[in-house]
């Protein structure tokens, strides 16, 4: 019996040592093809201080695709880091602004709303178990402990919490050696050709069934405090809505409600809300339903977020 626990014990431990370097170089790879992910970015960023970091979901995510990014420094001289991920809504975006706030320093935030992430748990809780985002978050003791106290506080799924810590999804991630780049940036300069099917498929994906008032409270807090955190750490705030097309933005459900809703929890804060939505009506500014291509975000820069990011006082001391 002893010789046998000493050949369990051995058999365990070199298949730990295994896991071990499976799990080690499956990081390192992850590194090598990483991009999009804002934990990604907080980790690889060769600042530490920035005018800018910019928060939402898919509709904020183009003002870095391929080389967009550097476009706006060159055109604004401010320094800008995109934190923005797909599908994501106040409470993963609050879990984002945390983790970059423990490490590196902003004096602006751009906030780009969008009220489908508002809706639904689909957008927040459970987007941290999303097996696409966490096996493309590079490993941090500070995020493991933070995730843990949002499993514990915030309704995050203790799975989620086990994924990232053992590594699981990371390592049997299939798209391993592909780059992490999200479909849209593929699309970049694709222009839109308007499809009534599209838009009803859009809509019915972002919003699914009726809204839930105690849901949506809920996630107008998560915002607030998203807020509340930033003024505790000397951040200034912008929201802004960016552009959609007419035929899109006419089905979206209650949408006034929305804005009236979030007006007053920005303006209980002081901050600024810019409603760009209906600035930008044309298809050939889109490649999808709703995401501005190069052409349309390059007017949109120029048009109306050059004036926002290039206002007085938004640059760090």
């Known amino acids: 019996m002893q010789r046998l626990g000493k050949s369990a014990l051995l058999f365990v431990t070199i298949g730990l040592a295994i896991y071990a370097l499976v799990y080690y170089a499956a990081e390192q790879l992850m590194y090598r093809t990483g991009k999009s992910n804002p934990f990604y970015k907080i980790a690889t960023a060769e600042r530490t201080e920035f005018d800018w970091i910019i928060l939402g979901a898919s509709h904020a995510m183009p003002l870095d695709f391929a080389d967009f990014n550097a476009f706006m420094e060159r055109e604004t001289g401010r320094r800008i880091l995109n934190l923005a991920s797909p599908g994501t809504g106040p409470l993963y975006n609050r879990f984002v602004l945390e983790h970059f706030l423990s490490q590196r320093r902003t004096a602006n935030l751009l906030y780009v709303v969008d009220s489908f992430a508002f809706y639904s748990p689909a957008w927040n809780e459970e987007r941290f178990a999303d097996a696409k985002l966490i096996r493309r978050t590079p490993w941090e003791s500070s995020v493991a402990r933070r995730l843990f106290d949002y499993s514990r506080h915030a309704g995050v ?47 019915a994906y972002l919003y699914p069934g009726p809204r839930d008032d105690a849901t949506f409270s809920k996630y107008l807090n998560e915002f607030d405090t998203l807020l509340a955190t930033a003024r505790q750490h000397g951040v200034r705030v912008t929201a802004i809505k960016t552009p959609v097309p007419a035929d899109l933005r006419r089905r979206l459900p209650e949408e006034q409600t929305f804005d009236e809703a979030i007006s007053r929890v920005l303006g209980n804060r002081q901050v600024p809300l810019h409603d760009f939505s209906a600035a930008m009506d044309e298809p050939k500014f889109y490649f999808d339903t709703d995401h501005l291509n190069r052409t349309g975000l390059t007017e949109f820069l120029q048009r109306h977020l050059k004036t926002v990011l290039t206002g007085t006082d938004n640059r760090r001391p």
């Open 157 to 203: 799924d203790p799975r989620a919490v086990l994924d990232y810590a053992s590594g699981f999804s990371k390592i049997n991630n299939r798209e391993r050696f592909e780059p992490d780049i999200w479909e849209g940036e593929k699309q970049f300069d694709r222009v839109y050709r308007p499809s009534a099917a599209a838009v009803r498929s859009r809509i």
